[in-house]
């Protein structure tokens, strides 16, 4: 990172990097033709890429390629070949949500910084430090944290900190979403979303409507508009500002970026005395783009209705107001409109028809004697051209004028003097044709050395790809393998893990021999009886374990250190862990248990399952995203795989609750119902202040045994999260005789998926 405080922009496209550097970004992200998460966008072709470098170079810009996808095997094989020309073209980093993509990086290109993706969910300085440990760079902070949780990373870890200021806003935590995919088969995790949450949504409860007709878009937050927050952002310890909007055309990235860039001067000049934004500034940005309105996202709120846009999302603020008439609604409207176009051929003007000049100093040093000298300087890159000596003139000697005026015309290159000097013997001559030749040749080996500045060489480790590389990758055949602790796998059979969200059917679960594991939800748990509960299982001969919460952030891991020691000796075997922050919690509070990863710590590629096997994880859990061919492709002998349950689509610090006025910090389980009447359940986990989504239809791979078997997972799962005592009995029962006792499967009531068994994802 070349710049103490970094404004951070976004280019979808040339002409918003252009437009990005001509505003003042201190550096852009943007994406390759492959691996990143806007796949929609207008992305860069590998030359137009090695291009963009260079340009981005030349104007004092750093530049960060989004990788910030999961890989399946096949693309983690040709990774490599990818980044090779923007490596070597002295790219300034690669933005990585994959544990596989963040390890063969680290391997492979070792001085290429590595950015951690706010896909990664990353909660509080547990999960950075760890990835530092791994050879991160930076983080991407998660989009829901305060000021005060950035604060205590800051704090706690030495780790370039990045966090979003200004557009859209996720209704979920990124990384935690599988609503698109799930939907229609487009991965947000693949950078294909298809932004179902700006759809019309109804909450249903107890049979009726609990939101109102003009409020349906219930999953769409309001864009986020930080830059009256500017001063507390960056001392929290932000480094790097980062502007959202890869898929939004060029004047908006100008736009933005040129106010911000005013405000962050002034506050890196002035410090927070007199720091105020302009309401005319404040309007500006509105008009290039909102929903509704403008939040100033989570730094300050946990969450709440205030954040969303909820009724329609518009484009201009005024077009999403109401009680106005017909004919004055559309007057203002009007001017609005006017208003944004006349705000984009301005911002065309400035910053797209105009090239931008870089600033540069400049001395000519003449002799009759010696050579002519002439010396240019950008941004500490000096440059020296010699020439002919200086003639003694025969008649009048050359007036200075005349000697700097050819100097200076830069005409189309891209710089502009600031200061140019004339030194040396006074009364000579010299032709203009070499003053001109001097200039030509000296502002060129400036342009050519601050764009190839940063260039490296082909990394040593990376080999061209031998013939057995590229030989299809093997897949995995019908393994017979061990698990867990004493309980050894029949030939044919499978070990079990039943994870419960209420203890109502634990002691049906209990009678069932085939059972080697039981499992409870972390979010309503009683944990003075959890002793208790291990007991019966261990009686059972069941090993027994605890489901951490979906997000651990500052409050979380409060309440966990406050029952750590009730916690350690409850008589718990094993721990289901969902994020990064849970992981660190758990090795600095020396809670050693075996841990088995929840599939969103994502292990998409074999690369993945190496890296957590390294850091000594008992078990994976599959990825929900693949299908039979990929997953046995990646291997799955040491993971476990969720043959039934409910999904969850959505892990979100919104609150439906919150959003309708209607929060009594008590679980309730709302519908939401969607255009074709699908119903998707809402868990409220007022324990954690959090939301879940789930799937409006169970997943049942009771079915696909045959399937199943190809793939070979060490254990299968049952995750009941809304099933009655009856209901967890006979599904149970079905799935212990087919998977266990290789019976016909039976007839799965209702309706169901079997989500990417088959189809996988885009």
């Not at 966090?163 to 609503?179: E, M």
């Not at 009680?323 to 797209?352: H, P, V």
Request: proline fraction near 4%; glycine fraction near 8%; charge should be neutral.
């Amino acid at each position: 990172m070349r710049h103490t405080t970094e404004l951070l922009a976004p280019a979808g496209s040339y002409d918003s990097l252009k437009a990005a550097v001509g505003a003042g970004a201190d550096a852009v992200y943007l994406g390759g033709a492959r691996f990143g998460a806007r796949a929609y966008a207008d992305n860069f072709g590998e030359k137009e890429l090695c291009e963009a470098i260079g340009y981005a170079h030349l104007h004092g810009c750093d530049l960060y390629l989004t990788v910030n996808t999961l890989l399946k095997d096949r693309e983690l094989e040709e990774l490599g070949v990818y980044l090779r020309p923007y490596y070597e073209s002295g790219l300034d980093g690669v933005i990585v949500q994959d544990f596989g993509v963040l390890s063969y990086i680290r391997e492979y290109f070792p001085d290429l910084p590595i950015h951690a993706s706010t896909q990664m969910t990353i909660l509080g300085p547990g999960g950075a430090a760890f990835l530092k440990e791994q050879g991160a760079a930076r983080i991407v902070t998660a989009r829901e944290l305060s000021l005060e949780e950035i604060r205590e990373i800051g704090a706690l870890v030495d780790i370039e900190i990045e966090s979003f200021i200004h557009g859209a806003l996720c209704y979920c935590y990124s990384g935690q979403c599988l609503l698109s995919s799930m939907l229609g088969g487009r991965s947000g995790n693949r950078g294909r979303c298809a932004q179902p949450c700006r759809l019309p949504y109804q909450v249903k409860a107890g049979g009726s409507v609990k939101s109102r007709q003009e409020e349906a878009y219930l999953l769409s937050p309001k864009d986020m508009c930080t830059i009256e927050l500017l001063p507390e952002i960056l001392e929290a310890g932000v480094c790097s500002l980062k502007i959202e909007g890869r898929m939004k055309r060029p004047e908006y990235t100008a736009g933005v970026v040129a106010i911000y860039r005013k405000y962050l001067d002034y506050y890196l000049e002035h410090g927070k005395e007199g720091y105020q934004v302009s309401g005319e500034d404040l309007g500006k940005l509105r008009c290039l783009y909102n929903r509704g309105g403008f939040s100033r996202g989570y730094y300050q709120v946990r969450n709440g209705r205030e954040l969303m846009s909820l009724t329609r999302p518009g484009h201009f603020e005024g077009s999403s107001q109401k009680g106005k008439q017909g004919s004055q609604k559309n007057r203002q409207e009007l001017r609005e409109k006017q208003a944004y176009e006349e705000l984009l051929t301005e911002l065309r003007r400035q910053y797209l028809d105009t090239e931008k000049k870089e600033k540069i100093k400049g001395s000519f040093r003449i002799s009759t004697e010696f050579s002519t000298e002439f010396m240019v300087t950008c941004r500490g890159t000096d440059i020296t051209v010699l020439g002919e000596p200086a003639q003694v003139p025969k008649n009048q000697p050359m007036e200075p004028e005349a000697i700097l005026r050819p100097l200076r015309k830069t005409g189309d290159t891209p710089f502009i003097f600031e200061e140019l000097r004339l030194e040396g013997e006074q009364k000579v001559f010299l032709p203009v044709r070499q003053l001109n030749s001097m200039r030509r040749e000296a502002l060129n080996k400036l342009e050519v050395e601050l764009r190839t500045k940063g260039r490296r060489e082909k990394p040593e480790k990376l080999l061209e790809l031998t013939e057995a590389e590229k030989s299809p990758l093997p897949i995995c055949s019908d393994t017979e393998s061990g698990h867990m602790g004493k309980i050894q796998k029949k030939r044919n059979a499978y070990a079990i893990h039943v994870q419960l969200e209420r203890l109502d059917a634990l002691s049906a679960v209990l009678e069932v021999p085939e059972v080697t594991r039981v499992s409870l939800f972390a979010s309503q748990a009683d944990f003075a009886g959890l002793k208790v509960y291990a007991d019966a299982c261990h009686k059972a001969g069941k090993s027994w374990g605890l489901v951490l919460p979906a997000i651990f952030r500052t409050d979380e891991r409060h309440y966990f250190e406050k029952r750590l020691e009730q916690l350690k000796s409850s008589g718990l075997d094993f721990l289901v862990v969902k994020n990064l922050e849970e992981l660190a919690f758990l090795k600095e509070s020396g809670w050693n248990l075996p841990v088995i990863l929840d599939h969103n710590l994502y292990t998409f590629n074999q690369r993945a399952r190496s890296f957590w096997r390294e850091q000594g994880i008992l078990m994976d859990t599959l990825p929900l995203e693949l299908n039979e061919k990929e997953l046995r492709v990646r291997g799955c002998e040491d993971s476990e795989m969720v043959v039934y349950g409910y999904l969850p689509l959505m892990v979100t610090a919104n609150c439906l609750h919150k959003t309708l006025g209607s929060c009594r910090k008590q679980q309730e389980i709302f519908r939401l119902s969607d255009r074709y009447k699908k119903e998707f359940p809402v868990v409220n986990e007022c324990r954690w202040c959090y939301n879940v989504i789930y799937n409006c239809e169970p997943l049942s791979l009771l079915g696909n045994a045959r399937e199943v078997g190809r793939i070979s997972p060490k254990s299968l799962r049952l995750s009941f999260i809304l099933e009655d005592r009856h209901q967890i009995q006979r599904i149970l029962r079905q799935y212990v005789e087919v998977f266990c006792h290789n019976k016909e499967a039976g007839t799965m009531e209702g309706a169901f998926t079997r989500g990417h068994l088959k189809r996988g994802v885009e």
